[in-house]
Structures are given as C-alpha cells and as structure tokens.
C-alpha cells in the first residue's frame, strides 16, 4: 500500500490504542488494530462473556463463556498479531480511573455498551486532549464520529447539552443485529489507522449514520456547540 508503506506500518507498531468495550464495536475494532499492527492495545471491559454475546462479539468463542472478555480479548487479539502488545484489565471505565486508562495511548476507541460510558470517556478524553472515536448502535444501525478534543465538535456537542445519560440508556433499543456491530466497530479502526498514520479525512464535525435496513450511509453535519458542557464549542474554525 504505497500509501501507508514501511514508513507507516512502523508508524502503527509505535502507536498505542485504548478500546474502552470489548464488546460488539470493541472486538471488530480491536482485531482490526491488531491485523493492522498497532503496536499496543489496552482492552479495557468488566464483563465476563455470555453465550448471548457470541452472535456479535467476535473475539469470542463458545469455551470462552463464562471467562473475563478483556483477557479473553487479550488471547484472540495476540493469536491475530503475536507482534501486538495487549494489555487486558477487567474493569470499568470510569471518571475516577480515567487518568491511569488513558496513560500513554495516542487515540481511544470508545466502544462502550452506554451513554454512561460514553460521556465518560468523552469527558476524560477533553480533558486529557486525547483524540478519539466515538460508536453507537441501533438495532439496526449505527454512528460513528471522531473527535479532537478541543479542535472538533465533542460528542455533547452531538448530544446536546441537557440530555443525561442515564435517560438515554433506559431507552436504548434491544441489541443490534449480528452483522451491523462489525460495520460501525471496523469503520472506527479506520478511523484510528488513519490518525495514527496521518493519511485520508476523518469524521470530525460530522457524524456517520449508518441504516442496516436500508443499507445506506450518509454523514450530517455536527456543529461545535457554545452551550456545550465539555468544550464550550472549543474553536470550530480550525480546519483539520
Ligand atoms: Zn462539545
């Protein structure tokens, strides 16, 4: 790939990526990362695999049920690219443990299963000025959009200024149709790969929709927003 080359696939051997989920979006994500040859890759997730998992969460297999995904993840990911460094902890990604979660990574898959997660991740991403990707589900759908902190439009900013997650998560649809996971979860691989080595256009300012049903994808503009509780609309005139 003359665009990317030596000089980029040893690019991605030095860089270090956070999945905050191992869950639908966390596993096509993170086996992506680690085919591509991201050097290192901190899984992060709490939960222990079930049997009703294993329709969508890839890094999954049927004796694994019952074991803790991130050290399950950690086994799949390194049988992918033994040259991955991965480090797998059985924890939640919370406010208070952000700091030591995102130590020394250069981008953040934010592939959590709530807006709870979500806005904690994106909250201690502004602050710590790490970039990052932000995936969400429907039943049959999904959205994608990357954020720079303090350069792009965040993801309260998407969501508006009011809302609260916790309102958001006792809506959430039933789980996402088998295939949709690995759509949403690949197109935020792509969009770490292309940060970490500097190549194409990312989704900032602008949020992915993707509609399984009708099979189609389409991008909406996403404006820096001045009522913003994260970024307060950072500086939208900063073209990236
Ligand atoms: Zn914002």
């Known amino acids: ?53 294993l329709q969508r969460q890839l890094l999954y297999r049927t004796k694994d049920i019952g074991e803790s995904k991130a050290a399950c993840a950690r086994a799949t990911l390194t049988a992918i690219n033994p040259d991955v460094t991965v480090e797998a902890l059985t924890m939640r990604f919370t406010p208070e443990n952000a700091c030591d979660c995102l130590q020394d ?33 429907t039943e049959f759908g999904g959205q994608v959009m990357t954020v720079l902190p303090g350069r792009t439009a965040c993801i309260r900013c998407l969501f508006g200024s009011d809302v609260q997650p916790a309102a958001i998560d006792a809506e959430s649809p039933p789980g996402p149709l088998s295939p949709v996971p690995g759509i949403v979860g690949s197109t935020q691989a792509a969009e770490a790969v292309k940060f970490l080595i500097g190549i194409g256009t990312l989704l900032v300012n602008r949020l992915l929709i993707v509609d399984a049903l009708g099979m189609s994808f389409r991008t909406v503009p996403v404006r820096p927003s001045a009522d913003c509780p994260v970024c307060g609309g950072c500086s939208p005139a900063i073209s990236v």
Do not use: K, W
Not at 40 to 45: E, Q, S, Y
């Open 105 to 137: 990574v250069d981008f953040v898959i934010e592939a959590t299963d709530s807006a709870v997660g979500t806005f904690a991740v994106a909250g201690a991403c502004h602050d710590a000025r790490l970039p990052y990707c932000y995936g969400g589900l």
């Open 1 to 53: 790939m003359p665009r990317v080359g030596e000089q980029g696939q040893s690019a991605l051997l030095n860089r270090r990526v956070l999945v905050v989920g191992a869950g639908g979006l966390g596993s096509p994500a993170a086996m992506y990362l680690a085919a591509a040859g991201v050097g290192f890759l901190r899984i992060i997730d709490p939960d222990s695999v079930e049997l009703s998992n």
